[in-house]
Structures are given as C-alpha cells and as structure tokens.
C-alpha cells in the first residue's frame, strides 16, 4: 500500500515537555521506562512498512458516500453492537460519515511505525510531512539536543502485535478516538564515543502505548491529529 492509503498524522499540542516526552517513548526503549506525560492534558485513552517517500504524507482511505446503515454495519464487524466501544464509534460515524474503524486502525498502525523510526533515524524530511509546525518543532528541539552531545540512536522496528481502539468520543466538532499500539522494538542510544549508553543493541523489548487522535469535523480536511501520547511502561 502506497502513502497516499493512509492517514496523515498532524498534531497541535503545546510542545512544553515535549522533549521529555520523546525520550521517553521514543529514545529510550529499555523496559523500565518512568511514563511519559501526556501532552494533551486529558488523553483518554502485520505492521506497514516505511514509505520509499519521505516527502510524501500518510493518508487514510475514505469511504465517501457510505449510507449510514452500511456505516454502522462496519462498526457492528468491528466490535459487538450495544456496547460502550460500538455506541461512541457510533457517534464518530454520525459527525464524520466517511470513518471506517479498520481502515483507521490500518492507517494509524502504519503512521506510529513511520512517526517512531523517523524520530529514531532523525529524519527530519519525513517528521515534516508527518507532523504539525508545532510538534515538528518538540521533534526538531529533541533530535537537535541529541545532536548537540554527539548521541545516536539504532533502532530497529520489529512489528506491532496489537493495536485496539480503546475509547472514541465526540467533542463539540472534533472526534476523538484512542488507540492502546503494543509493538516490538530493538533500541540502542550510544555517546559520541560509541559507547552505549542506553538500551541494548540486541534484545526486543516490548512498547505499549496510547496515541489520541482528533479530527475537526467541520474541517473539508479528512486529516486526523495527533493529540495525547502515553506510555504504559
């Protein structure tokens, strides 16, 4: 599937902590990890592979035109009817008819692969058209603090095993859906030295997170934003 199939991940947080945040999550996979902030104030909360493009951005697949009953029958083979996951998915459907719960769920498995191995390689190109001005300058700040000490990170990024939604919810205009991504992650942080100062070049260890992720509604945009992340190490 080419970038164009997925979502496009933008998000507008204040990047205060920010750089704690990342080095949390993303720069230092150890296992025993503190848990990071979360930087929305209020999160409730088979892997693609890189896109060849960097430049390119990563879209959802849309299902415009969809009659509501066909909506809600994706939502009922997505998970059981009449419970609290089915009803509020429900409700997203009703503010946004084009959402498909799987093709979400297939688009945000692809946008935490990219967005976590960007961040590693320092990839600045990809984080830009991956993320908003404002968080791109929180990635930005923390890839540069990195390059200031002369420190790198070797990551490889072995698969995700899961990846649920846990809540959704409209608020206002904006639908707000939380996803619980548990993915496997080789992680190594090394001096300017070469010497390793963090994590273990060999061993997999195991990431869970929640990613939030909203869309204005009222928005022509079909873009989602990424607005709280959490770890539950």
């Given at each position: 599937?080419?970038?164009?199939?997925?979502?496009?991940?933008f998000?507008l947080v204040?990047?205060?902590?920010?750089?704690?945040?990342?080095?949390?999550?993303?720069?230092r996979?150890?296992?025993?990890?503190?848990?990071?902030?979360?930087l929305y104030?209020?999160?409730?909360p088979?892997?693609?592979?890189?896109a060849p493009?960097?430049?390119?951005v990563?879209?959802?697949?849309?299902?415009?035109?969809?009659?509501?009953?066909?909506?809600?029958?994706?939502?009922?083979?997505?998970?059981p009817?009449?419970?609290?996951?089915n009803d509020?998915?429900r409700e997203?459907?009703?503010?946004?008819p084009?959402?498909?719960?799987?093709?979400?769920?297939?688009?945000a498995?692809?946008?935490?692969?990219?967005?976590?191995?960007a961040?590693?390689?320092?990839?600045?190109?990809?984080?830009?058209?991956?993320?908003?001005r404002?968080?791109?300058?929180?990635?930005?700040?923390?890839?540069?603090?990195r390059?200031?000490?002369?420190?790198?990170?070797?990551?490889?990024?072995?698969?995700?095993?899961?990846?649920?939604?846990v809540t959704?919810?409209?608020?206002?205009?904006d639908?707000?859906?939380?996803?619980?991504?548990?993915?496997q992650?080789?992680?190594?942080?090394?001096?300017?030295?070469?010497?390793?100062?963090d994590?273990?070049?060999?061993?997999?260890?195991?990431?869970?997170?929640?990613?939030?992720?909203?869309?204005?509604?009222?928005?022509r945009?079909?873009n989602?934003k990424?607005?709280?992340t959490?770890s539950?190490?």
């Amino acid at each position: 599937m080419g970038a164009n199939d997925f979502v496009t991940i933008f998000f507008l947080v204040a990047a205060v902590l920010i750089f704690f945040q990342l080095r949390s999550v993303l720069g230092r996979r150890t296992g025993n990890e503190k848990p990071p902030r979360d930087l929305y104030g209020s999160a409730d909360p088979a892997s693609g592979t890189t896109a060849p493009d960097a430049g390119k951005v990563v879209t959802l697949p849309r299902r415009d035109g969809t009659e509501e009953e066909d909506r809600f029958a994706a939502i009922d083979a997505f998970t059981p009817a009449g419970t609290p996951l089915n009803d509020s998915l429900r409700e997203v459907s009703k503010v946004d008819p084009s959402f498909n719960p799987k093709e979400f769920v297939n688009g945000a498995r692809m946008a935490y692969e990219m967005i976590v191995m960007a961040f590693a390689d320092g990839d600045r190109k990809s984080l830009k058209g991956l993320l908003s001005r404002e968080v791109y300058e929180g990635f930005d700040a923390a890839i540069a603090d990195r390059e200031a000490k002369g420190e790198k990170v070797k990551s490889t990024f072995v698969g995700i095993d899961k990846a649920d939604i846990v809540t959704a919810e409209v608020k206002g205009t904006d639908a707000l859906i939380t996803m619980r991504i548990v993915s496997q992650m080789i992680s190594a942080t090394y001096d300017k030295a070469d010497k390793l100062i963090d994590g273990d070049a060999e061993a997999v260890a195991e990431v869970s997170d929640l990613w939030t992720f909203a869309r204005d509604t009222r928005s022509r945009d079909p873009n989602w934003k990424l607005v709280a992340t959490e770890s539950e190490q």
